[in-house]
C-alpha cells in the first residue's frame, strides 16, 4: 500500500547511489562513504532523479578522488 511506496521511495535514491558507489569503487563501501552515498542519494531526488547528477557529484567527491 500507500506506506509500502513511501518506503521505497525514499530508500530508492540512496540505495542507486550506494549501488553506482560501489561499481564505481569496485568494492563495498565503508561507513563514511555510505554515508557520503546517503547524502547524495537524497540530493539527487532535489534534481527529479536525473541520474547524469548523481554520477556527476559522485565522481567530483573527496571519496573518490582518495580511491581513484
Given at each position: ?19 553506482i558507489m560501489e561499481g564505481l569503487f569496485g568494492r ?41
Amino acid at each position: 500500500g500507500f506506506f509500502t511506496k513511501a518506503v521505497v521511495a525514499a530508500r530508492f535514491p540512496t540505495c542507486t547511489a550506494r549501488r553506482i558507489m560501489e561499481g564505481l569503487f569496485g568494492r563495498n563501501l565503508s561507513a563514511d562513504e555510505r554515508a557520503v552515498a546517503e547524502s547524495e542519494g537524497r540530493r539527487v531526488v532535489g534534481s527529479n532523479f536525473r541520474y547524469r547528477d548523481l554520477v556527476k557529484a559522485i565522481v567530483t567527491s573527496a571519496e573518490y578522488r582518495r580511491v581513484r
